[in-house]
């Protein structure tokens, strides 16, 4: 080593030592103090000693930030710590973390803007800003060399975020599939065991706090689809995977015979988020489900999420645990908090081993599933025969066609019959041109319900 050399790796390590004399002391503030931010205000006042342990120096919260000073709070906190000025965080030269937890995209996505170009570190726990604008926020952390983390963006508790970008990183993973979101599943799982019409599910919900009074988000299954672009973005490290391009059914048209009728053929009904790795680009969807009931997500009820990842050569590995909530959702963002205060006393930045150019995201009727579809007809001669040709005209196999009992039409002596069919991997669009055409036929009734079956 030469002299010039040797002086320089000394100066440098003088500096970084002075740099952690000078970092005694983590300040932190909080951007909002909903259900979330409660819990995590909470959790700092009943746990500050453990989270300074964790982080190798006291943490100290400076102030958090929320619309109304009056409003009743299940923390009881210290005079002089709320404000309503975003300032009082985004602008003190003290505050070296900023917990972001706005909830609303836009005012979120500015306010971690702000903050970053302030030099701040920043955790987050908004799913839709990270989904939607990861790839410009990772750009300005990096230019302003400071954490931006997410852990509690996807399935609250069970923290899938940190492992897919560390631990995770040396597996090549060609399938993730997911429940994603508690309310719906929370709603199915009533459904299922309990009976229940979609409505009163529902409502129970909501009730409950499971479900928000404009559930669309949820039910629809917008919310579970900006869970799964990150998921894919981190999984397959093939770009940035656009939320709009997630192909999105959601759970409101499911009726209570086609929990009965997915039992008799040895399956559950869930919403899940799928997502593969393929040569011609990542294929992704939210859409209710057939799972085989040995199926590592089958048994994923109430308001649980999970996770199920296929790679090599790790193999199947699942995740299931409180997907939502407040304290769920606490721990995660602690644990990046405690992440993101160790980077700032070693003056570390967490690395991003991914690519966030533009994924290519397949169009969705370029796919291929087995489908299940449930239809009434009138009853006659030869409609299975016709039925058939509909979907063999349109290359789609059919592996059985089940007629379905319904007691009141048997007992009224109505000239109607259910069916189910049971359709072998085929082209999505082939199969929805099928079933257009069957929809057009003089014979058929309605079209009830349609669900992908996923393999064990």
Known sequence: MTYKCLVDRITQESVHKIKMLEQDCINIGVLGAGVVGSS?????????????????????????????LAKPRNVILP??????????????????????LLGNEEAERSAITAAINQGKHVVTANKVVMAKHGPELFAIA?????????????GGGIQVVDNLICRYSPNRFRSVQGILNGTTNSILTRMSLDNMEYGAALSLAQKEGLAEPDP??????????????????????????????????????????????A???????????????????????VAPALLPKDHLLANVNGALNGILLQGDPIGDVQLA?????????????WSDVVKASKDIITGNVSTNHFST???????????????????????????????GRIFSDNEVSINQILQLKNRKWLDEGVNMAEMAIDIDPSGEGNITKAILDLSQADYCQEIGSRFRILSS
């Open 40 to 68: 995590v205000l909470e959790h700092y006042y009943q746990s500050r000693n453990l989270l300074s342990e964790a982080v190798g120096a006291p943490i100290n919260l400076r102030f958090a930030v929320v619309r109304d």
């Open 79 to 100: 005079e002089g710590l709320l404000s309503t000025n975003m300032a009082d965080v985004i602008e003190d030269p003290q505050i070296n973390l900023v917990i972001s």
């Open 142 to 154: 990096s230019q302003n060399g400071v954490d931006l983390l997410y852990e509690a963006a996807v």
């Open 216 to 261: 669309t988000n949820d039910v629809e299954g917008y919310d579970a689809a900006y869970k799964l672009a990150i998921l894919a973005s981190l999984a397959f490290k093939k770009g940035w995977v656009d939320p709009a391009q997630i192909y999105c059914e959601g759970i409101s048209r499911i009726h209570p015979r086609d929990f009965k009728n």
């Open 263 to 285: 039992d008799d053929m040895g399956y559950v009904i869930k919403l899940i988020g799928a997502a593969s790795d393929t040569p011609k680009g990542i294929e992704a969807w």
């Open 321 to 333: 645990g409180p997907g939502a909530g407040g304290k769920p959702t606490a721990a995660s963002i």
């Open 357 to 387: 150019e533009k994924a290519t995201v397949l169009p969705f009727d370029e796919s291929e599933h087995s489908n299940y579809v449930r239809l009434t007809i009138i009853d006659g001669f030869r409609r299975v025969e016709n039925i």
